[in-house]
């Protein structure tokens, strides 16, 4: 049986001041989560696909952690919603995560995702 963990994951941008309009959301930049975990997210093609790499702090593995790779895709509205799924480089485990992008009240972007990890297992039962 797959187990499924939503877990509502706050990513704040971690760079300064940001110079975009109050309503749009641009996922292109490093964020860094309540938990310490942080993400880099390069340039956006014209169909909304990117790539970037992922750091988690947070792993129940004897493995030393290391950063790891991602892909996603976005649609190219003002507050988008995406997804995006990370291969981890010091595990057989792959995680997807979805969410939007918001522009707060304050102008600070923050994204509203939930994820799901699969682990490897050596058998179906």
């Given at each position: 049986m797959v187990?499924?963990?939503p877990f509502?994951?706050?990513l704040?941008?971690?760079?300064?001041?940001h110079?975009?309009?109050?309503?749009?959301?641009?996922?292109?930049?490093?964020?860094?989560?309540?938990?310490?975990s942080?993400?880099t997210?390069?340039?956006?093609d014209?169909?909304?696909?990117?790539?970037?790499?992922?750091?988690?702090?947070v792993?129940?593995?004897p493995?030393?952690i290391?950063?790891?790779?991602?892909?996603?895709?976005?649609h190219?509205?003002?507050?988008?919603?995406?997804?995006?799924?990370v291969?981890?480089?010091?595990?057989?485990?792959?995680?997807?995560?979805?969410?939007?992008?918001?522009v707060?009240?304050?102008?600070?972007?923050?994204?509203?995702?939930?994820?799901?990890?699969?682990s490897?297992m050596?058998?179906?039962?």
């Open positions: 187990q499924v963990t509502l994951l706050l704040n941008l971690a760079l300064g001041a110079s975009i309009s109050e309503e749009k959301c641009n996922l292109v930049g490093h964020w860094t989560n309540d938990l310490g942080n993400m997210i390069q340039a956006l014209k169909n909304g696909n990117f790539s970037g790499l992922y750091n988690t702090s792993a129940s593995t493995n030393k290391k950063v790891s790779p991602l892909l996603g895709s976005q190219l509205t003002d507050q988008p919603t995406f997804g995006f799924t291969n981890w480089s010091f595990r057989d485990n792959i995680t997807v995560f979805m969410g939007q992008c918001f707060d009240e304050d102008g600070k972007e923050v994204l509203k995702t939930m994820w799901l990890l699969r490897h050596d058998n179906q039962k």
